[in-house]
């Protein structure tokens, strides 16, 4: 589907001058541009995504999401690339030295440390990739990455909004952060982070998640969890680690990651017992097995802390999932000629589309839909 303005390409009429054929011409061009910025601004609208046969794993169905177009994003750093490297660095928000950049205000503050706050430092030469859900462990308490952006090659410190997953600690358990690797918080976790902004449903559904995996364990399993309230020991803890093998584990998971990669996937639409959960695509195939360890256990997360039903999903009802792009849009934030970040909100769900605005081509880096139904 494309945009077009037909009377602004008719020939001029015998008797129009030079003059004004050439100011029609220029205003054709003009609203041509902002056709092809609209049409860019809602892909899902433009280019509908294909969704293939699910790959089924209990009462887990992933479904491949195929695009007609992708980009290269070997240029972003991954957060687990960065601190691996030492490139980049996270501490609470009073431990850093100096001026601290808000990514909202552009206003530099000074300030203790916060629940949801911590300071992120970029010292690397490539622009970094945040995902929404993305674990950071340490400091007084284990956060979670409440929004996609992108950081600047060489930018810091920048104020990084977050929300807390560990509600009974506020004591320093190391003094930097690091990630949790393969883990990224499950959909039901991320939701009130993305959708609500909600400290306190996060720190609900966290410890709603955390009951659910015990009831679901064996009792000896269940008596061998951690006693804590984080929800990242709980889930990187030897009796989950079992559970997770029942998905396939990472012999498993390396499999359906082969498996995508052959049918060329971007993304996945994620059900669980037979109902729509969550739905991740990305610029590429690269960047979407780059993040797919992560990915991987936080669908698997949900599907362990709910029943298993075995009822399975159409591929027809899979594929106008996330088809449906149809709601009020709104560009939330944007860090000029960085990243620009939208949110749709539609009849019963979210959607949160991350833009690389950096040189040479701006691309759709990342794209959540999930459910959701605004109180």
């Not at 499950?186 to 966290?206: D, F, G, K, L, Y």
Request: glycine content about 10%; charged content about 20%; some cysteine.
């Amino acid at each position: 589907m494309s945009l077009t303005f037909p009377a602004l390409h008719r020939k001029p009429r015998p008797g129009v001058n030079g003059a004004r054929a050439a100011r029609l011409k220029l205003i054709s061009a003009l609203l041509g541009t902002v056709a092809s910025s609209l049409a860019f601004a809602g892909p899902l609208e433009q280019h509908p995504f294909k969704v293939l046969s699910p790959i089924v794993r209990g009462n887990l169905a992933v479904f491949p999401v195929v695009a007609d177009r992708s980009y290269d994003a070997t240029q972003l750093l991954t957060l687990d690339e960065g601190i691996r490297s030492g490139q980049v660095t996270v501490t609470e928000a009073g431990d850093e030295r100096g001026l601290v950049r808000r990514l909202d205000q552009r206003v530099p503050q000074r300030s203790g440390a916060e629940v949801n706050r911590l300071v992120l430092s970029n010292n690397s030469d490539r622009p970094l990739l945040l995902l929404a859900g993305e674990i950071v462990t340490g400091g007084k308490q284990d956060r979670v990455i409440g929004a996609d952006r992108i950081v600047p090659p060489k930018s810091g410190p920048i104020d990084l909004g977050v929300f807390c997953v560990e509600p009974g600690r506020w004591v320093a358990s190391s003094s930097s952060f690091g990630s949790m690797g393969v883990q990224m918080a499950q959909p039901s976790v991320r939701t009130p982070a993305m959708a609500e902004q909600n400290q306190s449903r996060v720190w609900e559904n966290v410890g709603s998640s955390n009951a659910r995996m015990a009831k679901n364990l064996s009792p000896a399993d269940a008596a061998a969890l951690p006693s804590t309230t984080s929800y990242a020991k709980v889930f990187a803890s030897p009796p989950v680690a079992r559970m997770v093998e029942q998905y396939g584990g990472v012999e498993g998971e390396q499999a359906l990651l082969r498996e995508l990669r052959s049918k060329g996937a971007v993304g996945v639409v994620v059900a669980v017992d037979g109902q729509v959960v969550w739905s991740d695509v990305f610029a590429s195939v690269d960047l979407l097995s780059r993040y797919w360890p992560k990915l991987f256990h936080s669908y698997v997360a949900e599907a362990m802390t709910n029943g298993k039903s075995g009822s399975a999903l159409s591929l027809r009802d899979a594929e106008l999932y996330i088809n449906n792009l149809s709601g009020g849009r709104e560009v939330v934030e944007t860090d000029p000629g960085v990243f620009r970040r939208t949110d749709v909100t539609g009849d019963g769900f979210r959607v949160f589309e991350l833009t690389s605005l950096l040189p040479k081509e701006g691309f759709v880096v990342h794209i959540t839909k999930l459910k959701f139904q605004r109180i």
